[in-house]
């Protein structure tokens, strides 16, 4: 691990600032996936800006109905929460299905959606990666890619997004709350939040230097039922090869997005209004366009065949 400088944050502003005035500057809170890259050198930050006192660690209900998720709600809380579980059951779900309790006592909202892509050659610093080196190549490009992404990837990159939470804040329509380091706020929409690769691979959201998440919003209850289907090599502490976030309503109608397979949890609106014919129909829209290679490919009738799973279960 390399050599760093570090403060404690007591102002939101601040700690924007100090990231955006200092080069090589990352936030902290839980520090799950960070810490993890810097052992291993894939991040090399030069300081850290710690921002767990900023007192962002509570869930409010908004004047509209819906859910106000501070950034440092741990996993754990969140997942517990009555009202998210009560009211938006495939969050606690996702969450539930991600990582260990341990890692989930420790990890944030925010940092939930900042996680880094777990692919092999990413962490590899012996391997070209255009994440972790832009110009460098892409390795996994005609390598070994059987975790890797099947729809929204480039020339650039295959990874794909690893999580599970934000696949279900997805379903949910969320928009992240941030500040800058002018004081500036903004709403940022969870579909325009995360990139896709194209050229700059590097780049995993659309957050500018030093802005700070600050919350997550969730918007009024759906109803429905809430549906989390994760399929991965192992039962636990395993990334989704697909997962499949859904909330289902009596007529068959609802809404749909995958994890596992593209640079953000994928969700094709126009997909959905194909629910009351099958699974098939869905995933047929949802995934036009895709480019698996042969190693990923199976991800294609799988992702059809884990919907098809949640909407018999829907049934009855």
């Known amino acids: 691990m390399k050599a760093f400088t570090y403060e404690r944050a007591t102002d939101p ?29 894939v991040e090399t ?35 517990a929460d009555e009202r998210v579980r009560r009211d938006y059951a495939v969050l606690t779900r996702a969450i539930v299905a991600g990582a260990s309790g341990q890692l ?23 391997m070209a990666c255009n994440k972790r080196k832009p110009g460098s190549g892409c390795a996994a490009i005609g390598g070994y890619s059987r975790q890797l ?3 929204g990837v480039s020339n650039s990159c295959i990874a794909t997004f690893p999580g599970d939470m934000a696949v279900a804040m997805r379903v949910l329509d969320a928009v992240i709350e941030t500040v800058d380091a002018g004081g500036q706020r903004r709403s940022i929409p969870i579909a325009d939040f995360h990139r896709l ?11 500018r230097p030093g802005e700070l998440i600050t919350a997550v919003t969730l918007p009024k209850p759906l109803g429905g039922q809430h549906f989390y289907e994760k399929v991965r090599d192992r039962a636990s502490y395993a990334y989704a090869l697909v997962s499949v976030a859904a ?21 094709v609106e126009a997909a959905e209004a194909l629910l009351p ?20 490919a199976f991800k294609l009738p799988l992702a059809t065949r884990a919907l098809a799973a949640v909407i018999a279960e829907s049934k009855g």
């Open 13 to 41: 502003v601040a700690a924007a600032r100090a990231v955006a005035g200092h080069p090589g500057a990352k936030f902290i809170a839980g520090g799950t996936n960070l810490l993890d890259l810097m052992k291993i050198e």
């Open 45 to 79: 930050p030069t300081h850290l800006v710690d921002v767990q006192d900023l007192g962002f660690d509570t869930i409010e209900r908004t004047k509209d109905g819906g859910l106000r998720i501070g950034a440092l709600v741990t996993n754990t809380d969140l997942a």
């Open 104 to 126: 989930r006592n420790k990890a944030s909202t925010a940092g939930n959606l900042l996680q880094r892509t777990r692919c092999p050659y990413f962490y590899d610093t012996n």
């Open 149 to 151: 992404g099947v729809i």
């Open 197 to 207: 690769w194209g050229d700059h691979p590097e780049q995993d959201t659309v957050l």
């Open 247 to 267: 909330v289902i309503q009596p007529d068959g109608t609802g809404r749909v997005a995958f994890g596992g397979v593209a640079p953000r949890p994928w969700r």
């Open 277 to 296: 014919q099958g699974a098939a129909a869905v995933t047929e829209r949802a995934f036009q366009g895709a480019t698996p290679t042969k190693d990923n």
